[in-house]
């Protein structure tokens, strides 16, 4: 997952199947889905192939470039490997969410809600997995007033807030498997909701502490 061929891959993987395919779509696919699993947008069959194809292209090219415009590119070097696993994680994660969405459309016998709450749950612990690992940076990691502030804060709160995403993203996994599906949309919700302040309010209590101290 750190090598930088693998988004490309994926993403001709992505295109790939969308050609073997096309021809069994039907002319309209869903697009988007309710709190049940069930379609309530449609959309043409030639949007719906290239749209998570050409999303996850965007995401290739202009997150590597985006750290060119960062005042703290400097410190890119020292979590490059991070830096790839990361775009490709979210690569990974399009394509997956790409198949099941064209298996959907083709007839497969998916719950969606269970199969992409599996997949962002996973998505949610591989990311807490290398969280410590980021270093101060203006676009990717977890940015607030306090983190960007001091290098310090930024250090503890990436390494307890990955721990507190990790352990989220098995929530998510768990919940989705054993809950219906419709309880199930509601838990990834309030985890990752709930994670997200978690580490916001996480990220101040460790600057008041430092500071206090000082």
Same mark, same amino acid.
């Given at each position: ?8 891959? /994926? ?12 021809? @069994?779509? &039907?002319?309209?696919? &869903?697009?988007?889905?309710? *709190?049940?699993?069930? &379609?309530?947008? $449609? ?16 995401? $290739? ?5 985006? =750290?060119?415009?960062? +005042? ?45 709450? /599996? ?5 949610? @612990?591989?990311?807490?997995? /290398?969280?410590? =690992?980021?270093? +101060? ?21 990436? =390494? ?19 809950? +219906? @599906?419709?309880? *199930?949309?509601? /838990? ?24 206090? *101290? @000082?």
């Amino acid at each position: 997952m750190h090598s930088k061929w693998f988004a490309p891959l /994926v993403i001709i993987a992505m295109l790939i199947f969308s050609a073997v395919v096309y021809n @069994a779509l &039907p002319a309209q696919i &869903p697009i988007h889905w309710d *709190a049940t699993g069930q &379609p309530d947008r $449609m959309g043409d069959k030639f949007f719906g192939v290239l749209a998570l194809p050409i999303t996850s292209l965007i995401i $290739m090219i202009v997150l590597p470039g985006l =750290r060119m415009l960062d +005042p703290l590119r400097a410190s890119y070097s020292l979590f490059e490997d991070t830096y790839r696993f990361l775009i490709n994680l979210l690569v990974a994660f399009f394509g997956f969410v790409h198949v099941i969405s064209l298996g959907l459309a083709l007839g497969w016998d998916i719950n969606i809600n269970k199969v992409i709450g /599996v997949g962002l749950g996973l998505m949610f @612990a591989l990311l807490g997995n /290398v969280f410590a =690992r980021i270093r +101060p940076n203006w676009f990717m990691g977890i940015r607030t007033p306090w983190t960007l502030s001091d290098s310090e804060v930024w250090r503890v709160t990436h =390494r307890v807030g990955g721990r507190i995403m990790f352990v989220a993203g098995l929530a998510m996994i768990v919940m989705s498997l054993l809950l +219906p @599906a419709e309880l *199930a949309v509601a /838990v990834l919700l309030v985890c990752a909701l709930g994670a997200s302040v978690s580490i916001l309010v996480y990220s101040y209590v460790a600057w008041r502490r430092l500071h206090s *101290a @000082a």
